[in-house]
Each structure stands twice: as structure tokens, then as C-alpha cells.
């Protein structure tokens, strides 16, 4: 089983509709989580942190589910400029490898 | 500005031939790290770096090597023994090696075979 995982899509949705992405890890222990946006032929780019209690910036809201272990994405009214692959990351913990990221999501938003 | 700065931004390799790619940071981060991105896959962890003179063996360090002799730069050599070389490189930089701190990103390296 992978460390991380999400689900590749690709995910096409019109301008102004609400899509959520999920992100799996098997690390129980994990301590951070983190969202980042990458778009074609570029370097990823921090979109948000993820938190226990969950939060919200903008349009986009990202939210920890520790007992199911998973982290979620939700992006209201999206926007054309929302397009790109969205991956998540996470820090397990005690590990000296850092970072692991998902394989992203990839989001079409359509006019 | 701060950032990271990668270079070349496109690079070809001849067969049998090393090639190094630059990463320099400006942001006084501690550790650096080295990733290598697949048309269509996550990234994968080549080396990375907590402190000066020290690097460690990521997931896919074969065929790789790097030094640290500076904390603002962490240069990745692509050796011959790397026979799948093509792909996106990308540096990193975060302000402590453990922790909840996110990394940065450079915005790349392009590795093709000539």
C-alpha cells in the first residue's frame, strides 16, 4: 500500500461548481499535512496547511480526518484558474525522510 | 527577492556523461532537498539535506550524488549510472529539516537525453 494516495481523476467540472478531493495515508503517526498546487510543467506551490480542527481560506477549505485517516480539499465556486493538479503531503513522524506527496488530482474547470 | 534558483532551466545529457544541476536558496533555510518528478506521478525523493556537510539517501539516490558545502546551495550531479535520467527536477527548502515547516520550491530543472 502507498503511503499516500489520491485518486488521479482527472476530475472536469463546469465554472462555478464545488469539488472535493480526498487524500489516504497509512501513517498513523503523521504530524503535518499540507495541500499544494501545481500546474502543468511547473514547480509545486503551497496552497494551505492542514489543520486538526480543520480550515478555511477563501474558496478552499481543507479539513484532517485522523481516525479515517485521510485529509480532504473542498474548493467552492471554482474558477477557471483553478485548474492544475492539486497534491497533498504529509510528515510522518520519527521518519528522517520528510516529506511524502501524493501523486495529485487533477482538476479541469470548464466554462 | 527570496526564493530558490534553479539552473539551467532545460538541460541534455549525452550518454556515458555527468551533468550537475544548481540549486541555490536565499532564504537561510537549514535543509534542501532534491525530488524527481515522472510525467504523471508524484515526486520522489532523491536526497535531501539538514544541515551543512551533511546529506542523506532519499527513496531513488541511485545514480545520484550531491554535496553541501555551503547552506545556500545544494548541487545534484546525474551520473551515467542514472540509465533513466529524463525527467523534472525539482529543488526544495524548508526553514527546519523537521517539523510541520512546508517546503519551498525552485521552479525546476529539465533533464532529456541527447
Known amino acids: 500500500r502507498k503511503e499516500v494516495e489520491q485518486d488521479p481523476g482527472p476530475f472536469n467540472v463546469p465554472e462555478g461548481a464545488t469539488v472535493a478531493f480526498n487524500c489516504t495515508y497509512s501513517n498513523s503517526a503523521s504530524q503535518s499535512f499540507f495541500w499544494y498546487r501545481q500546474d502543468c510543467r511547473k514547480e509545486p506551490k503551497l496552497l494551505m496547511s492542514v489543520y486538526s480542527s480543520g480550515n478555511e481560506d477563501g474558496r478552499f477549505t481543507a479539513q484532517l480526518n485522523r481516525a479515517s485517516q485521510y485529509i480532504s480539499l473542498l474548493i467552492r465556486d471554482s474558477k477557471l484558474s483553478d485548474s492544475a493538479t492539486y497534491l497533498c503531503v504529509v510528515i510522518p513522524s520519527g521518519s528522517a525522510r520528510q516529506l511524502t506527496f501524493g501523486s495529485g488530482t487533477q482538476l479541469t474547470v470548464l466554462p | 527577492d527570496g526564493g530558490i534558483t534553479q539552473s539551467p532551466k532545460y538541460l541534455f545529457r549525452k550518454e556515458g556523461q555527468n551533468v550537475t544541476l544548481s540549486c541555490e536558496q536565499n532564504l537561510n533555510h537549514d535543509a534542501m532537498y532534491w525530488y524527481r518528478q515522472d510525467p504523471g506521478q508524484g515526486l520522489r525523493l532523491i536526497y535531501y539535506s539538514q544541515i551543512v556537510n551533511d546529506f542523506q539517501k532519499g527513496d531513488i539516490a541511485e545514480g545520484y550524488s550531491v554535496s553541501r558545502e555551503k547552506k545556500e546551495s545544494f548541487p545534484l550531479t546525474v551520473t551515467s549510472a542514472q540509465k533513466n535520467p529524463t525527467a523534472f527536477y525539482l529543488c526544495?527548502?524548508?526553514?527546519?529539516?523537521?517539523?510541520?515547516?512546508?517546503?519551498?520550491f525552485g521552479d525546476g530543472t529539465r533533464l532529456s537525453i541527447l
Open positions: 526544495a527548502s524548508s526553514d527546519r529539516p523537521i517539523g510541520n515547516q512546508p517546503q519551498h
